[in-house]
Structures are given as structure tokens and as C-alpha cells.
């Protein structure tokens, strides 16, 4: 069984970075957003991971706002922690800034919310530990978390109301459009 000991949000925090080069880049010149948002999902994941201490599953981007472009050379600074937690579930901000190494000059990028559920060895759903938050910033984001959560569910409550008038009732055509709304892990 895994320790449900309290953990403050700076046990589990990450940084990660990484220089971007040309095989990164999309056609305008700049690195595909794709890119950012794998290397954010990487920096959020092991920070869920650290958390949870054990293997943690991404269940939704809950938002992600691209604020500036990033280019080829620049270092790509991503800074993760886990803003609040659930039962199972675990979610973590990502800030990106882009670090030219010549001029030194840094701008925030890119940020991004992302869901994660903690799993065991099978790939159920297990706890996670309570989130210690200890300064005015982490409560903040601590808010800010409960709030696209609540988003989160009452999204995907509208949406399972709305296929069930649609199919009057009958449960649904199996088709891709079944598939959860992304209304987020078990709390």
C-alpha cells in the first residue's frame, strides 16, 4: 500500500529543460506546439508520479494557452507541481519559458493544466496523498484548481444530459462521439 502521508507541493515539484533544435520546428520556423505540450505532459506527469509515488496516467489537458512563440535554439524551461489533488486524481500546472542562451532573455511561453490519476500495478485507480499547500501562491493555485474542476464536471454532466435527451433515453450509438467528455478522474 502506498503512503497516504500529507505532501507539500515543493516534495513533488519538477523542472525540466530541454535546448530546441531544428527537427522541433513546424513550417512557420517556430517548434510545433506539439512539441510543447508532449514535454509539458512529460514535466506535469512526473510530478504527478513524485506525488503519488507510483505510476500516475494523464486523463485530460485542462487547458493549455500558447502566450509566445518559441524558436529554434532557445531552452525550453518547463516548472510543474501539483496544484490540488483528489481521491485518485492529481492536477498539475506547467509553466514554459523560452530561454534564448545568448541574450539571456526569457519569456513565458506557454501555460498548461493537466489531470492525472494515480494506478496501480493492474491500472485501477488508487489514492493519492493529501496536498499540504503552504504559501498564498499555492493556495491560489489550489482555487484556481477547484474551480476548473467544478468546470470540468459541470461540462461533462451537460454533455451526458444532452446525448441522453438526444437518444431519448436509449443509451447511445457506441460511436466515437460516446467517448467521456473529458470530465476529468475520480475524486
Not at 500500500?1 to 513546424?26: F, G, H
Not at 506535469?44 to 509566445?68: K, Q, S
Amino acid at each position: 500500500m502506498t503512503d497516504l502521508a500529507p505532501k507539500r507541493v515543493r516534495d513533488s515539484e519538477v523542472t525540466l529543460t530541454q535546448m530546441m533544435e531544428v527537427t522541433d520546428a513546424n513550417i512557420a520556423g517556430n517548434v510545433h506546439g506539439g512539441v510543447v505540450i508532449r514535454l509539458a505532459d512529460t514535466a506535469a506527469a512526473l510530478a504527478a508520479i513524485r506525488h503519488a509515488a507510483g505510476l500516475a496516467v494523464t486523463v485530460a489537458i485542462d487547458e493549455m494557452t500558447f502566450l509566445e512563440p518559441v524558436h529554434i535554439g532557445d531552452l525550453l524551461v518547463l516548472k510543474a507541481s501539483v496544484t490540488d489533488v483528489g481521491r485518485t486524481s492529481m492536477e498539475c500546472g506547467v509553466r514554459v519559458e523560452a530561454l534564448d542562451p545568448v541574450s539571456g532573455v526569457t519569456r513565458h511561453a506557454n501555460s498548461a493544466y493537466l489531470v492525472f490519476v494515480a494506478v496501480d500495478g493492474e491500472g485501477r485507480p488508487r489514492p493519492v496523498p493529501p496536498l499540504i499547500v503552504e504559501t498564498a501562491t499555492e493556495r491560489r493555485r489550489q482555487r484556481e484548481a477547484k474551480l476548473r474542476r467544478e468546470r470540468r464536471m459541470a461540462h461533462k454532466e451537460a454533455v451526458m444530459a444532452a446525448r441522453e435527451a438526444e437518444a431519448g433515453g436509449s443509451g447511445g450509438s457506441g460511436s466515437m462521439e460516446e467517448v467521456d467528455s473529458g470530465g476529468g478522474a475520480s475524486s
